[in-house]
């Protein structure tokens, strides 16, 4: 190979480079290069996903032949009162976490915004939860709710916030999804603080100067620079986040398994334990398809977004 | 005013408004370790206080760990996967990037589109079927299956992330190399790569992150104590029936997560960037 020297003038034509040479071209390089891409996604999301839609439309079992039944699984879950509750719960869980994510990280993305000692290492340290395999660290939470040892409870009775023994974070219905949604607001906060602050970041200056020279305090600042500048990475954040808390798996599984009775599964983990545990395929697969009409919302909602500043 | 005459009071007091994030953000981490290394009879001591180890840090609960579970043997099989899906991850996604940032063709735009909602789709939509389609391929509880499956979600994001550093890239320098009559091919080589390095980084490390973290795909698709990765090792096999060892247990999530800590160390401001490169760009 001619490392180095780029070779002038026209290319002497051999039959071998043929190939090389067609692959010159935008219009071959083009689909060339996305076809790896596109034989796998169409092998292994697209078709799984008809098949997705097949099972749901069946009553396929492990190891039994299925036939097609229509919609009768998406209908029939509703008599379920497992479904139904999984249902409340995916809302519950999704609202509260995102609006406390989005809360709690601009207040930290405020925060780290300023002028601080140690700038690295804080941004680090709060960026940790983030990276950290989450089934291993939900492990620790899980521990950390433990119903005898609960550190959690100890140190709440320590400071006198709670009556002894204190909830049984993981046994009791209400305090579970509590427990629940701390996690998820543990581990996703990173992503709202670093990328919020990133916007606050690319706020010019001087829209600040020329507000502050109007006579405008720091609340009026945040309202009328702060939150417009940011309503596009705001949004875009949020309907990221919305999606993957919405179809969030891990720490549901690990923590509560979707119990007690019910009260913090969410599609993801009744999708599991009806389509593999029980066996049911078709039911398992239809309630997966539940997260769907969110997914489609939410990509549609991007869509508008990214494209007007991709495209 | 008062803020301008006090600058160090003011300063504290913009750190002491971060101590509680930095504790909830730390606290767990810190527990998980002080547990791992607590004796069996301070850890079941309902009377002793659970922030402190008063008896002498032990080991004990590591070296059963390595010793006494497969935990070896999950380690390597998450290196195995990991190290394999990313790198046909990265080199996917980086040519499919390229293609969608800098030529035309004919559906290029459906296809970017596609990229996109990929991205967006959860493992946790698809993992009924592809264990179907594992069982087909002949995969079934195999960590080949995670090798092949893990670039699904991989690729789309490779190629998402790419496609923006690509962007960045002046067209002229390309064209530039071109008119000195290098092919295309030898321009993305040569020229365009070599610029674009830190995305390429970047993808590396959220790949090999991604990869490590994944949780659903490992759990469905593999069982065998020689085939499943360290997060299902330690979330299944370590828990037998009601007696949980949570020594053992937090020895595990610590282990596990220790090869995402190095290169989280050593390349933060590369998460950094990656994790804002999505959302604001």
Redesign the interface.
């Known amino acids: 190979m001619a490392v180095g020297s780029v070779r002038v003038g026209p290319v002497v034509p051999r039959p071998g480079l043929r190939v090389w040479e067609l692959l010159d071209h935008e219009r071959f390089l083009g689909p060339a290069f996305v076809t790896p891409a596109l034989l796998l996604i169409t092998l292994l999301v697209a078709y799984p996903f008809c098949m997705a839609l097949y099972f749901a439309m069946s009553n396929a079992f492990i190891g039994r032949p299925s036939h097609f039944i229509g919609l009768r699984n998406f209908v029939g879950l509703w008599e379920s009162d497992a479904f139904r509750q999984t249902f409340q719960n995916a809302f519950v869980f999704t609202g509260a976490s995102v609006a406390l994510k989005l809360v709690l990280g601009m207040t930290l993305a405020l925060l780290l915004n300023q002028q601080l000692w140690f700038k690295r290492m804080i941004r680090g340290a709060v960026l940790l939860p983030w990276v950290i395999p989450t089934a291993l660290s939900t492990l620790g939470w899980w521990w950390m709710f433990n119903s005898l040892y609960s550190v959690v409870n100890w140190t709440g009775l320590a400071l006198g916030l709670m009556d002894p023994p204190g909830p049984n974070w993981l046994g009791q219905k209400y305090y579970a999804m509590t427990a629940v949604v701390t996690v998820n607001v543990w581990r996703g906060l990173p992503f709202f603080a670093i990328t919020i602050l990133a916007g606050l970041v690319s706020i010019p200056r001087e829209l600040y100067e020329a507000a502050e020279a109007d006579g405008a305090g720091p609340v009026a600042r945040f309202w009328h620079v702060t939150l417009p500048m940011l309503k596009p990475v705001l949004a875009i954040v949020v309907l990221f986040s919305t999606i993957f808390t919405f179809s969030d798996f891990n720490i549901v599984y690990v923590l509560t398994h979707g119990g007690p009775i019910n009260s913090t599964h969410l599609f993801a983990t009744l999708a599991r334990q009806v389509g593999l545990e029980s066996g049911q395929i078709g039911q398992g697969a239809a309630i997966s398809l539940y997260l769907f009409p969110v997914l489609m919302l939410v990509v549609w909602a991007q869509l508008k977004f990214v494209r007007r500043q991709v495209y | 005013m008062t803020v301008k005459r006090r600058p160090l009071l003011t ?1 504290i007091a ?2 002491l ?2 101590v509680p ?2 504790v ?3 606290f ?2 810190y ?2 370790a002080l ?1 791992s290394l607590k004796t069996d009879r301070e ?2 001591d ?1 009377h002793a206080v ?2 402190l180890i008063r008896e002498g840090p032990t080991l004990e609960h590591y070296q059963k760990l390595l010793w006494d579970t497969g935990f070896l043997i999950w380690t390597k099989n998450s290196l195995l996967v990991t190290v394999l899906a990313t790198t046909v991850s990265v080199v ?2 980086t ?2 990037a ?3 940032a800098r ?7 459906p ?8 991205y ?14 594992v069982h087909w391929l002949g995969l079934a509880d195999s960590k080949w299956a995670l090798v ?2 893990y ?2 979600f991989l ?2 994001f490779c ?1 998402w992330l790419l ?1 923006g550093y690509f962007r960045t890239v002046p067209k002229e320098v390309e064209e530039c ?1 071109m008119v ?7 321009a993305l080589l040569r020229i365009v790569l070599p610029i674009a390095v830190p995305g390429l980084v970047c993808a590396v490390l959220f790949a090999f ?1 991604l990869s ?2 994944e ?2 795909y490992a ?2 698709f593999t069982s065998s104590s020689d085939e499943i990765t ?3 090792g ?2 299944s096999e370590l828990i037998r029936g009601d007696i949980y060892f ?1 020594g053992g ?2 020895a ?2 610590v282990l ?2 220790v090869p ?2 190095i290169l ?2 050593f390349f ?1 401001d590369y ?2 960037s990656g ?2 490169a ?4």
């Open positions: 300063k913009r750190h408004g971060l994030f930095l909830f953000a730390l767990p981490f527990h998980m547990t850890l079941y309902r659970p922030l996917l996604g040519i499919a390229y293609a969608l030529l035309r063709f004919f559906g290029v735009g296809f970017g589109t596609g990229i996109f909602v990929t967006l789709v959860p493992t946790s939509l698809l993992f009924l079927p592809l264990a179907q389609v092949v499956t670039p699904t690729v789309p190629t496609m190399a000195d009559g290098a092919t295309r091919l030898q992150t490590w973290n949780f659903i759990l469905t360290a997060s299902v330690v979330t949570w247990l937090m595990g999530a596990g997560s995402i800590v989280y160390v933060l998460y950094v994790l804002t999505g959302a604001v760009k």
